[in-house]
């Protein structure tokens, strides 16, 4: 079975500090991941996704991601937050079309000035 | 283009009614996903169509959820009779795998509130 542990179920940091969200995985295959991020009232917006190649993803807004097999991690990293960062944010882990994701139980992120 | 569009964003209704959220998904994408969002069961897929047909429904948690995706433009998901423990926001997501790899695009989602 599938699964996503997100360990941290709230993170604040101040504005312009850096940022890691921490994502484990757990797959029989080759791993599809994904991170999305929710804003409040809203759907949720896909960030990055990797599927093979480079272990180093870019994402939107600045979001980078790092696949390590070995540690089964697929952390979502920015080097500088800025207060429209605030959110929730999803790791997932599901097969290459994308149709039967996992999700993690999110991270919500706070910024402070 | 228009993402994918849910109604009513908002429903409060009382126990034992039924329930009809409605999900219009971006034109062209083939596949269609309704989740549910609880505090205490994070995010969960109900039930995922491909080119209007269910394909995996082990997620729809009883018989008193149902779904139908009539056409590609259009899917419902029904509760009758609804519950509290029913009380969720429940989104609808649709894609079109390119390359191989999916994205899904989610609507804004609907907050049910069942008293």
């Known amino acids: 079975a599938q699964s996503v542990t997100q360990p941290d179920i709230h993170i604040t940091v101040s504005e312009g500090a850096s940022l890691e969200l921490r994502c484990n995985y757990s797959y029989g295959a080759t791993p599809y991941l994904f991170w999305y991020v929710q804003s409040p009232g809203q759907g949720l917006q896909l960030l990055l996704k990797y599927f093979s190649g480079d272990t180093l993803v870019q994402g939107i807004k600045g979001f980078e991601a790092e696949f390590k097999r070995s540690q089964s991690s697929f952390n979502l990293r920015k080097p500088s937050v800025h207060w429209s960062d605030a959110a929730e944010y999803f790791c997932?882990?599901?097969?290459?079309?994308?149709?039967?994701?996992?999700f993690g139980g999110g991270t919500r992120l706070m910024v402070k000035p | 283009d228009a993402g994918v569009i849910q109604s009513p964003r908002h429903e409060v209704t009382e126990m034992g009614q039924e329930v009809t959220l409605r999900c219009k998904p971006i034109s062209g994408h083939n596949s269609l996903f309704w989740y549910r969002q609880t505090m205490m069961r994070g995010l969960e897929l109900l039930i995922y169509?491909?080119?209007?047909?269910?394909?995996?429904d082990s997620g729809m948690p009883e018989d008193r959820f149902s779904a139908k995706m009539p056409n590609a433009s259009f899917s419902t998901l029904k509760i009758q009779p609804s519950e509290p423990r029913d009380s969720a926001v429940y989104f609808c997501?649709?894609?079109?795998?390119?390359?191989?790899?999916?994205?899904?695009?989610f609507g804004e989602g609907s907050r049910l509130t069942v008293l």
């Open positions: 997932a882990v599901g097969n290459k079309a994308g149709n039967m994701l996992t």
């Open positions: 169509f491909n080119n209007n047909v269910p394909i995996d």
């Open positions: 997501a649709s894609s079109l795998p390119s390359g191989g790899i999916g994205e899904l695009f």
